[in-house]
């Protein structure tokens, strides 16, 4: 066999062994962020070294830097990348990867012994890991109360599905002794399943809970309803256990939001705490606003027919119901 020939058949297998790597390849790759002593970081990309060079140096956060070759090391089938700063890393922070990859699945091992996975996608050419998701504390117990409290007060006041609850609830209560305790009903409910829930002591599947929180605002649309016909509902006689029973559901709900936003082990009842407080601030500031309109609305004493005056009530009741069935029809596909 001639030296030309062995070079070919070399190339040959050369490249058959390369397009077997990359045919194999599904576009993510798997990856460790590990939290040392003294605010030391390393950044770990499984990547061989035929494929070392897809991986470029990361955009770190503000007030960190590489402590060795921006470019990464390759140590065995891994490329590390090693930073620090005079912090730590925080929920706030982002570390951004400009790499051709599909996504990313990270583990992060963080310097308490908690350990975090999430898999992130690659969005406009880039991977970006969030510290939040991959639950990095908040930095000063200040921080993490404010953070949890303005997100408390956002979701809430994003929820239109909970804000139409509390709306529903606001239609059919009389008199400012049975609204307090109808909302402080509901208040001590979502707290309850919210705590629960957060500490892993009551666990259910997002679907059934976004289910039944639909239901319960097709419920009381039902109520209102019937009211409007002279038949007095469960939720006129006694609102404060509609609200109370309703309120576990919809604190379930509160707590797959808190969840998906990510909480570090050591903040779990700070966040909990100021999470809460911002829902309650949220829930009264709606209320508040609903009873200003109200009594604007009353002092105008304007002649509306009562086709109109009608006309919410099955806003209500029809948006209601069109998200039970959407969700329904998800609930089933799940399956």
């Known amino acids: 066999m001639t030296q030309a020939v062995q070079s070919w058949m070399l190339a040959i297998a050369l490249f058959f062994v390369t397009a077997s790597v990359f045919a194999h390849d599904i576009g993510v790759s798997k990856a460790e962020l590990v939290e040392g002593s003294n605010n030391q970081y390393q950044l770990r990309v499984h990547a061989p070294a035929m494929m070392a060079a897809r991986f470029s140096s990361p955009q770190l956060p503000e007030d960190f830097e590489f402590t060795a070759n921006p470019r990464g090391s390759q140590q065995g089938q891994w490329k590390v990348f090693e930073f620090s700063a005079e912090r730590a890393l925080r929920a706030g922070d982002e570390i951004r990867l400009a790499w051709e990859r599909d996504g990313l699945m990270v583990t992060t091992y963080w310097g308490d012994g908690s350990q975090v996975s999430r898999l992130f996608k690659n969005q406009a050419g880039a991977i970006t890991l969030s510290m939040a998701q991959l639950k990095a504390s908040s930095g000063s117990w200040q921080d993490a109360a404010q953070r949890y409290l303005f997100l408390g007060v956002e979701h809430i006041l994003l929820g239109v599905d909970h804000l139409l609850f509390v709306l529903g609830l606001l239609w059919i209560v009389r008199g400012s002794a049975a609204l307090v305790k109808t909302i402080t009903a509901f208040t001590l409910a979502h707290s309850i399943t919210l705590g629960l829930a957060t500490f892993d002591y009551l666990t259910l599947r997002s679907a059934p809970v976004e289910t039944c929180i639909a239901l319960s605002i097709v419920f009381l649309a039902v109520e209102i309803m019937r009211a409007r016909e002279g038949q007095t509902g469960?939720?006129?006689?006694?609102?404060?256990?509609?609200?109370?029973?309703?309120?576990?559901?919809?604190?379930?709900?509160?707590?797959?939001?808190?969840?998906?936003?990510?909480?570090?082990?050591?903040?779990?009842?700070?966040?909990l705490l100021f999470f809460n407080v911002g829902v309650e601030l949220g829930q009264l500031i709606f209320v508040f606003t609903v009873l200003v309109v109200a009594l604007f609305g009353r002092k105008l004493n304007l002649a509306i027919p009562n086709h109109i005056r009608v006309l919410p009530v099955y806003c209500l009741g029809?948006?209601?119901?069109?998200?039970?069935?959407?969700?329904?029809?998800?609930?089933?596909?799940?399956?």
């Open 318 to 335: 029809g948006l209601s119901a069109y998200w039970l069935l959407t969700r329904v029809a998800l609930l089933g596909s799940s399956v």
């Open 234 to 271: 469960l939720t006129h006689r006694y609102p404060w256990v509609v609200a109370f029973a309703f309120g576990l559901l919809h604190g379930l709900g509160f707590a797959g939001a808190l969840s998906e936003i990510g909480l570090a082990q050591s903040e779990i009842p700070l966040a």
